[in-house]
């Protein structure tokens, strides 16, 4: 690394889920990178235990209308910390973000770099358009995940190309799955000695879920194999338990229909041999860092828009996704070979980032 790093405070307030998930990732590269790296996070942050090599204030409530009165609290903090960049990682509302960015420029001259994690809200995409508008142009520098993102927040608020940054979305737990032992966890979670394929996150219908049980009993008829679906469903979950009754596969699925906490998610990933992840829609999944972390072969969707190599990308359909399961199972080590996201690159180029948004 060039020159003196930048002293880096990174906001994430949730505390929990796949935005704690990355923003953990991005602390821990960062800090073994060499940069000064503090996260102000909730005051329940659900990675207190895992090992750390950066600095945690966890100051934000769960009650985000309580955020505001918590406003002092952070600014003493930032005094204390004097960071050179204040990195976003999600708004507890557009207004509330606002009123924080505002006020934060005119009590303390740190660069503010934001990554919004979705261009808009899921609910109320369009009802405050134009204060995530106003959001994008105050901040100093934006982080897209993609290509994609970048073209389509520049042509949606019209913001320069210069002033969006690309850094690749990014979970880093390989130090953790190392040390996970996977006999010693199926033992535990009662799995016995069958293949285990992990669908894994948020259900609803554009996941592809029906054509990923209709592939399992093909599956089952050549290898002894069983389904782990875990997840919290976003919408009924009764049309895919009639297709596993339908299909009599009531023994071969195993659910946990919920958000599954941190230690559970690593026990259902050190314990699977293939993720499978039968998208019907383009999908940027974090999930599939997190698999690449376990060296688990993944399988998804030409639709889901995902690319790399170590990753097997078939039509979606049930019988495209079984003939893929089968080969995944079978030669698992063939399957793992490939390229798995280094933390040292992904430091690099967000140390790159925060430079040139000093440079402005």
């Not at 909730?42 to 750390?52: A, G, I, N, T, V």
Request: with cysteine; proline share 7%; glycine share 4%.
């Amino acid at each position: 690394m060039k020159g003196n790093p930048p002293r880096v405070m990174i906001i994430e307030t949730a505390g929990h889920g796949k935005l704690c998930h990355y923003t953990y990732s991005l602390c821990t590269a960062l800090s073994l990178y060499g940069v000064d790296t503090t996260l102000l996070t909730s005051k329940d942050y659900e990675l207190d235990p895992l090992p750390r090599s950066f600095r945690v204030f966890k100051i934000f409530p769960q009650n985000r209308l309580l955020y505001p009165i918590y406003f002092p609290l952070f600014f003493r903090k930032v005094q204390k910390v004097r960071p050179s960049i204040l990195h976003l990682q999600w708004l507890p509302s557009p207004l509330l973000g606002l009123l924080f960015i505002k006020a934060m420029k005119l009590l303390y001259p740190a660069k503010i770099v934001y990554t919004p994690h979705n261009i808009l809200p899921h609910r109320k995409r369009f009802f405050f358009v134009r204060a995530w508008a106003e959001i994008y142009r105050e901040v100093d520098m934006i982080v897209a995940h993609s290509r994609y993102n970048r073209s389509v927040i520049s042509d949606l608020f019209d913001i320069d190309p210069e002033h969006i940054a690309i850094i690749p979305d990014f979970l880093y737990f390989d130090h953790i799955a190392k040390d996970l032992n996977k006999e010693k966890i199926r033992e535990r979670l009662g799995l016995g000695g069958e293949k285990i394929i992990l669908f894994f996150g948020y259900i609803n219908r554009r996941k592809g879920i029906e054509i990923l049980i209709k592939a399992l009993k093909g599956v089952r008829r050549k290898v002894e194999a069983k389904l782990l679906i875990a997840g919290k469903p976003e919408e009924d979950f009764s049309p895919y338990e009639s297709l596993i009754k339908d299909l009599g596969l009531e023994k071969a699925v195993i659910k946990d229909l919920r958000y599954i906490p941190f230690e559970r998610m690593l026990d259902y990933f050190a314990a699977a041999d293939v993720i499978a992840l039968p998208y019907l829609k383009v999908c940027s999944s974090p999930i599939i860092q997190l698999a690449h972390s376990f060296r688990k072969p993944v399988i998804t969707t030409k639709i889901s828009g995902v690319e790399g190599k170590g990753m097997m990308v078939v039509d979606p359909d049930a019988s495209s996704l079984e003939k893929a399961l089968l080969s995944a199972l079978r030669e698992p080590n063939k399957r793992r070979r490939g390229y798995y996201p280094r933390w040292k690159e992904i430091a690099s180029i967000t140390v790159d980032v925060y430079n040139k948004v000093l440079e402005f």
